[in-house]
């Protein structure tokens, strides 16, 4: 079974541009979840989709969002970049997202704004 | 709130020595916790998971932990480390919830290196 995918690998914006992360979850799976990494912050959850619909969402501005696709796949979205959205974005995907269920989590996307 | 604490933010330890990474957790009712590994530049792999019942479970690569929910605890063991093994290790508690699903609350990593 294939993994978790995420495109692209790495991205560079400068302050103000917006940008599209892709997330494609293991076959079968209808949870993903997206979380930003940082070396301050470490790993925050951002939100997580479920069936086409955000079931939970953590403690993010506005402009970062998402959504996700008949096909479980997902993109995160940000606007109006500022330098301190510079992090490796990852997403994991798990069944049906409970607290028991595992995740999985994909490579993850390094965003640097400039 | 759910809290998770990994109390060591850099270990050092010798090529086949044994190993023993601390993780504190905060959490009311019966924790789901888990154990992830992140090699440089690379997301996060799945070492092992607690639900319930056998408080000691075994994970991939040799590593297995143990759950003691008197101290609040996970920590995560290999009897005998290879330089391969060196990476930042992530304990995880699932948030828990109807309204905190997909979730995961990760401590701050704590970064191992293994000296030859």
């Known amino acids: 079974k294939a993994g978790v995918t995420q495109t692209p690998r790495y991205l560079i914006k400068t302050r103000g541009q917006q940008v599209t992360l892709s997330c494609s979850p293991i076959?079968?799976?209808?949870?993903v979840s997206w979380y930003q990494q940082t070396p301050g912050q470490g790993l925050q959850f951002l939100f997580e989709y479920f069936s086409e619909t955000q079931r939970n969402k953590g403690n993010f501005p506005g402009r970062f969002s998402g959504r996700q696709f008949s096909n479980s796949r997902s993109e995160m979205n940000v606007s109006t970049l500022e330098l301190g959205d510079s992090a490796l974005y990852l997403c994991?995907?798990?069944?049906?997202?409970?607290?028991?269920?595992?995740?999985?989590f994909g490579p993850g996307t390094r965003l640097t704004v400039l | 709130a759910q809290s998770v604490t990994q109390p060591d933010i850099h270990i050092t330890v010798s090529e086949g020595a044994s190993l023993e990474l601390r993780c504190n957790y905060s959490y009311g009712a019966t924790p789901y916790l888990f154990w992830y590994v992140q090699s440089p530049g690379q997301g996060l792999q799945l070492l092992l998971k607690y639900f319930s019942g056998d408080t000691l479970v075994q994970g991939i690569k040799g590593f297995e932990a143990e759950f003691k929910r008197s101290q609040s605890s996970f920590n995560l063991r290999k009897p005998s480390v290879h330089w391969s093994d060196a990476a930042e290790y992530f304990c995880?508690?699932?948030?828990?919830?109807?309204?905190?699903?997909?979730?995961?609350?990760f401590g701050q990593g704590t970064t191992l290196q293994v000296k030859p």
């Open positions: 995880a508690v699932g948030a828990g919830g109807s309204s905190n699903t997909g979730k995961l609350i």
């Open positions: 076959s079968g799976h209808r949870s």
């Open positions: 994991a995907s798990s069944s049906f997202g409970d607290s028991y269920n595992e995740q999985f």
